[in-house]
């Protein structure tokens, strides 16, 4: 079955800067739109990023537009969120997914196959 597994997460400083990794095994990973989310307890997952199958194509969430870069490496079954000037907002458990529709979807409901998540917490 498919699975993804986060890492990269920690504790940082504001201004710092962090690169979340995603490794998919069990799936034709080439083929797959995959995402980026993040979610802090009591709120709605939230949209960050999506990266087309060849890696070609990104998409981002409007508030995430500028700091926040995805990518990917299919020859390692890999995605990555790469975080620049952390802010303590930015403090949330963030997942990554396969992504069935579109480069350009942002809807959760169109993901699927979610990691356990990591971690990130940025202290002021």
């Known amino acids: 079955q498919v699975q993804l597994v986060e890492s990269g997460g920690g504790l940082v400083q504001t201004g710092g800067s962090l690169r979340l990794s995603c490794t998919a095994s069990?799936?034709?990973?080439?083929?797959?739109?995959m995402g980026w989310f993040r979610q802090v307890p009591g709120k709605e997952r939230e949209f960050a990023a999506a990266?087309?199958?060849?890696?070609?194509?990104?998409y981002y969430s409007d508030s995430m537009k500028g700091r926040f870069t995805i990518s990917r490496d299919n020859d390692k079954n890999t995605v990555y969120l790469e975080i620049n000037n952390l802010k303590p907002e930015d403090t949330a458990r963030y997942y990554c997914?396969?992504?069935?529709?579109?480069?350009?979807?942002?809807?959760?409901?169109?993901?699927?196959?979610w990691g356990q998540g990591t971690q990130v917490t940025v202290s002021s």
């Open positions: 069990g799936m034709p990973f080439s083929i797959y739109t």
């Open positions: 997914a396969v992504g069935y529709g579109g480069w350009t979807e942002k809807r959760t409901a169109e993901y699927h196959s």
């Open positions: 990266i087309s199958p060849s890696g070609l194509n990104t």
